[in-house]
């Protein structure tokens, strides 16, 4: 159940990608070696903190993280409209020049859940770990339009009456994952009856698109009825392709 090796992720979750779009408006810089003066405006002059970035960008806007740090910022929030590009290089110049198998940009929430996004946000290369809590997972997705993750990983978010890693609630949502690692996130609900998954819950969702990912050794509460391992759906539009799902356990394996 230990983290893959960057050799074995990159080899399963290689394959032609959608990549992260040049930006055509502004850009906001992230990197937390980088002391005051802070404006976000440059590498040189990055603000050391997600939060001050996310309070400064709005749609259309592109924040770039600077990879191989951990941002211990739980219950942030990404304005509609924002974009983030993490794992990137020291002074990198264009979105896909990011290494998250070796370099990862890392948000963890320390038990805390870790990020609000509102509608349409695409997130690439980004670490996410430890969220969650009492009645609270580690990503809450009550958002209305499109929601993209690419190159993603959810690891070790824990919840109690909850889904593990992520919840997706809303009936407007677009949701679309590729090349995503869901691992060892669970729900441990002593509630009886209750069914909450370890890794992802679907509701009510207009239309959410798992392809090329992993799912591994996620854990759902084990006194529910139809308590998934990885995933539980209901009266959604869900489509998961050329995934692989390994040592998930709960009175459902999905």
Not at 3 to 30: H, K, M, W
């Amino acid at each position: 159940t230990d983290r893959p090796t960057a050799r074995a992720l990159s080899s399963t979750l290689s394959g032609p990608e959608d990549g992260f779009l040049v930006c055509q408006t502004n850009i906001v810089y992230v990197d937390r070696t980088i002391t005051g003066p802070n404006d976000g405006t440059t590498w040189s002059t990055a603000y050391s903190l997600l939060d001050n970035a996310f309070a400064t960008s709005f749609a259309g806007d592109q924040v770039w993280v600077r990879g191989g740090q951990t941002f211990p910022e739980p219950g942030l929030t990404l304005n509609p409209g924002v974009a983030v590009c993490g794992s990137l290089k020291a002074n990198a110049t264009f979105g896909k020049d990011s290494d998250f198998f070796n370099y990862p940009t890392t948000l963890e929430g320390g038990g805390s859940p870790l990020i609000n996004l509102t509608r349409n946000n695409e997130v690439y290369a980004m670490d996410f770990e430890r969220g969650g809590g009492s009645g609270f997972s580690g990503i809450y997705l009550n958002a209305s339009g499109l929601t993209t993750f690419n190159l993603c990983a959810f690891r070790n978010c824990t919840a109690s009456d909850a889904p593990g890693g992520i919840d997706i609630v809303n009936m407007f949502a677009k949701v679309n994952f590729d090349r995503c690692v869901f691992q060892n996130n669970s729900s441990n609900t002593l509630t009886s009856g209750a069914d909450y998954p370890g890794a992802l819950s679907v509701e009510f969702a207009s239309d959410v698109r798992i392809t090329r990912s992993l799912f591994l050794f996620n854990s759902g509460s084990q006194l529910g009825t139809v308590s998934a391992g990885a995933i539980y759906t209901n009266l959604a539009n869900l489509l998961v392709s050329n995934c692989t799902f390994v040592g998930n356990s709960g009175s459902r394996v999905y």
